[in-house]
T-cell receptor
Framework: KNEVEQSPQNLTAQEGEFITINCSYS?????LHWLQQHPGGGIVSLFM???GKKKHGRLIATINIQEKHSSLHITASHPRDSAVYIC?????????????FGKGTHLIIQP | KAGVTQTPRYLIKTRGQQVTLSCSPI?????VSWYQQTPGQGLQFLFE???????NKGNFPGRFSGRQFSNSRSEMNVSTLELGDSALYLC??????????????FGAGSRLTVL
């Protein structure tokens, strides 16, 4: 089973700050997922990446396959970015199956 | 297009009862995976189905079971409910599964309370 570690668990920052959330996994994977969960439970997929970097608006995700490490960055953070961010990797490391998750990062952006 | 639909959204059961939850994936998606979310354990993988076959299973007791129908709709069942089964149960669908290069779309979840 893939083990996923995520840090920090809690992060409070001021509006406008640059945010970084880190994720490491134990078993080689085909793709890593970054998810966002708002209060009430809904989960939205932000990124799925297998190499390099992806950017969507103010969000940037990077992955280093050799080091089994990924980061999620938020530039010019805004209070609406407040949510739980979760990284997830394939449960068995490869192939097409379910996901195993980090504990999540509870992000609060204060105005 | 319609998203992933989970029913029921909320339910209350008592210990010892059983419960069945349903998940209708996005049209064309053949993989459905199920997850349990609790405050203590976070999100945990239950099982994944593709074309009516269970391809992988997480570390949960046999009281937790599931199945997938030919139209890709999936159900999960929990028998002999325990207080610790109180959780948000989420399903997600994709073309071929989360381990492959496919984005998962999650349903809103079914919140189960066991009294």
């Amino acid at each position: 089973k893939n083990e996923v570690e995520q840090s920090p668990q809690n992060l409070t920052a001021q509006e406008g700050e640059f945010i970084t959330i880190n994720c490491s996994y134990s078993v080689g994977i085909s793709a890593l997922h970054w998810l966002q969960q708002h209060p009430g439970g809904g989960i939205v997929s932000l990124f799925m990446l297998s190499s390099g970097k992806k950017k969507h608006g103010r969000l940037i995700a990077t992955i280093n396959i050799q080091e089994k490490h990924s980061s999620l960055h938020i530039t010019a953070s805004h209070p609406r970015d407040s949510a739980v961010y979760i990284c997830a990797a394939p449960y068995s490391g490869g192939g097409a199956d379910g996901l195993t998750f980090g504990k999540g990062t509870h992000l609060i952006i204060q105005p | 297009k319609a998203g992933v639909t989970q029913t029921p959204r909320y339910l209350i059961k008592t210990r010892g009862q059983q419960v069945t939850l349903s998940c209708s994936p996005i049209s064309g998606h053949r993989s459905v995976s199920w997850y349990q979310q609790t405050p203590g354990q976070g999100l945990q993988f239950l099982f994944e189905y593709f074309s009516e076959t269970q391809r992988n299973k997480g570390n949960f007791p046999g009281r937790f079971s599931g199945r997938q129908f030919s139209n890709s709709r999936s159900e999960m069942n929990v028998s002999t409910l325990e207080l610790g089964d109180s959780a948000l149960y989420l399903c997600a669908s994709s073309w071929t599964g989360g381990g492959g290069a496919n984005v998962l779309t999650f349903g809103a979840g079914s919140r189960l309370t066991v009294l």
